[in-house]
């Protein structure tokens, strides 16, 4: 998995026949040099401009081959770190690095080529995992949850659980025992990112750093949350540039204060979205980049209150690599026919099957 806050490439091993998960195997971490992740950066402005889900115009062809490339590399890499044989994996599931994310114009990109990546393997591998949905009127995000109800379903917290995962964009799972119900819930890490790559040329707030010095604008959250995505109910989806600072008037903060505030605005809008569950959870699980952030958790850990809030690693799970683990289970119940959308995750009309199976 290749995600929203362009890190590195996350591997990880599962076995699961699709519903239930018998056993995680090791995992695996293939990070971006700062040139790498510059050409993807570049391919998610020249995405913005895309009307046709096949094309590679420009920059995105370039970053179409260097996404299959470093997947089989990182594939390889983790099979020979783990002594894994190739037959002994059922299925590989390769997510690509998503460009452009309009589903209400019913349009969904992720590049990289998943035939190419077959070929490359030697492997089968189930990818394209959006796009069904997306053509059936669906938002075609978040694709986890089905994953997330699989995790936490019999977990012994109080329920009803919500999962938590911040990543570039943050999306939540409510797990009741029924069918799950989900959607984005706003920013997640990669206003943060983006405000200080600008500012310092890190590439994030390290630990929370920056933000556990800075003051909170309450103001400027206050106005982003009046936006009218949050105030729409689940399902919803975002594209990673859907607030982009461009797009919100972010004032001229110090590195501190931004930091803070921007921090703010993505426990705000996960707490915003608690009216639109069927009701309050009991306990918050937060996985991805924000699990993280100790600064972040403070935050979440205030807004959400009296709800618990934990790591997933505290419950004995993978922040790291829960995405990743993640699209092997989908992989999986793509080859088995299972549905991998459903109307409390999407919007779709009836549950959905979702991904193409190719081998090599």
Known sequence: MSGTSLDGVDVALIETDGVKI????????????????????????????????AARPGVLAEAEAFVTRVHAEAVEAFLAAENIAKADITIVGFHGQTVLHRPQDRLTVQIGDGAALARQLGMTVAYDFRAADVAAGGQGAPLVPVFHQALARDLARAHPIAVLNIGGVANVTFVDGGDPVACDTGPGNALIDDFMRARTGAPLDRDGDQAARG?????????????????????????????????????????????????????????RVVKHLPEPPRSWIVAGGGARNPTMMKMLAQRLAPATVQTADAVGWSSQSIEAQAFAYLAVRTQAGLPITFPGTTGVKQPMTGGVVIRP
């Open 22 to 53: 018998a056993a995680f195997g090791p995992v695996g971490y293939r990070p971006y040099s700062d040139a790498e992740r510059a050409l993807l950066r570049q391919a998610l402005a020249e995405g913005a401009s895309l009307t046709d889900r």
């Open 215 to 271: 003051t909170v604008d309450e103001d400027f959250v206050a106005r982003v949350l009046a936006h009218e995505f949050f105030v729409r109910p689940c399902p919803k989806s975002l594209d990673r540039n859907a607030f982009a600072s461009a797009n919100i008037g972010l004032p001229d903060f110090t590195v501190a204060d931004g930091a803070a505030t921007l921090s703010a605005l993505t426990a705000a809008s996960v707490a």
